[in-house]
């Protein structure tokens, strides 16, 4: 949907940090969440989002974007696990704001290590609120992780996948972004940053 050029420019001309690799080790990863933004805050409850990592090998770029959310889903909206309200990301970059360790103690991911803003909803309705006079900045567990285990599958609905996470949908997706940052870590050490845009901001 994206190439990668476009995603740097929006990066930097947000005067955010973008990795060039620099040192030409390999696998300095730009992690970058698009949300979108056609939905108009509506909670959807469907996998409409993207992440995207970028990255050089022996000089080259690559570039891969992944179906996800970055939203919660319509049962946390519902149900929701903090008084403040559900959890919601608010767009940033978040400098060495994960690292790899296991999710919920089940398997390897990205977990939230520092703080991160996110916006608070308690109203229950079908609409995200993202109201800046009711953010919350902390460790809340906005990991980055999987939905599906199964082994070939992809889901379809959020439901209960995330209650705030950046979540991604297809299996087989997974543990091709899980492969790149295992690389990543391997030279970089383990610390990643992750970058949340809206898509109207992309040039």
Request: with cysteine; glycine share 10%; aromatic share 10%.
């Amino acid at each position: 949907m994206y190439t990668g050029e476009q995603i740097q420019e929006t990066v930097e001309g947000k005067g955010y940090k973008y990795f060039h690799d620099n040192g030409a080790k390999g696998y300095d990863v730009n992690i970058i969440g698009i949300r979108n933004s056609k939905t108009k805050g509506r909670v959807t409850n469907a996998f409409d989002d993207l992440l995207t990592i970028s990255y050089k090998v022996d000089g080259e770029w690559q570039y891969h974007e992944f179906k996800c959310t970055t939203d919660p889903g319509s049962h946390w909206v519902k149900n929701i696990l903090n008084d403040k309200g559900v959890a919601i990301l608010k767009p940033g970059q978040y400098r060495g704001s994960h690292c790899l360790r296991l999710h919920q103690g089940k398997y390897l991911a990205l977990g939230q290590k520092s703080p991160v803003v996110v916006y608070r909803d308690n109203n229950l309705d079908d609409k995200y609120n993202l109201d800046e006079s009711k953010t919350d900045t902390g460790i809340f567990g906005i990991n980055i992780h999987r939905a599906t285990g199964r082994s070939g599958g992809k889901s379809t609905r959020i439901d209960k996948w995330s209650a705030g996470c950046q979540v991604i949908a297809d299996n087989d997706d997974w543990h091709e972004f899980l492969d790149i940052c295992q690389s990543a870590r391997e030279i970089h050490g383990n610390s990643f940053s992750y970058t949340l845009i809206e898509s109207t901001d992309i040039i």
